[in-house]
């Protein structure tokens, strides 16, 4: 989530110059503004669960559950965009980042829900 966060920070202005070549100075800030807010709230999510990394088990399979009921929103998402944009395929999120999508979110069930916990004995 951190390094999309990144990505989406520094890559804003080319994004948004990329998907619509005669973009007005407005318009491009407006565009601008609106992936800073996507990768300020991912480098957010990125951080809370880093620092979840460490909690007790049973508090971090509820974290990883709700980070999976988050993906699936992202998933949808990211499905709707794919459908919307077929036509500005410069515009639409790449099928690769619905793959890994899907793969954190699988992970995070799989983790929180089947996974059993195993305590170590020194």
């Known amino acids: 989530m951190i390094?999309?966060?990144l990505l989406f920070f520094f890559g804003a202005d080319d994004m948004a110059r990329s998907s619509v070549p005669d973009i007005s100075e407005k318009t491009l800030r407006v565009g601008i503004g609106l992936a800073e807010i996507v990768a300020i709230t991912s480098v957010f999510i990125g951080?809370?669960?880093i620092f979840s990394?460490?909690?007790e088990t049973s508090s971090a399979?509820?974290?990883l559950t709700g980070t999976g009921i988050g993906y699936l929103f992202l998933i949808?998402?990211?499905i709707k965009h794919v459908i919307d944009f077929q036509?500005?395929?410069e515009q639409a999120p790449p099928i690769t980042m619905l793959v890994f999508?899907?793969?954190l979110a699988v992970w995070s069930f799989y983790v929180s829900l089947i996974k059993k916990h195993h305590?170590?004995?020194n």
């Open 47 to 49: 951080i809370v669960l």
């Open 101 to 103: 999508i899907v793969l």
């Open 87 to 89: 036509d500005i395929p």
């Open 3 to 5: 390094i999309h966060g």
């Open 61 to 63: 399979k509820i974290v």
């Open 53 to 55: 990394r460490d909690i």
């Open 119 to 121: 305590i170590e004995e």
């Open 76 to 78: 949808a998402g990211v």
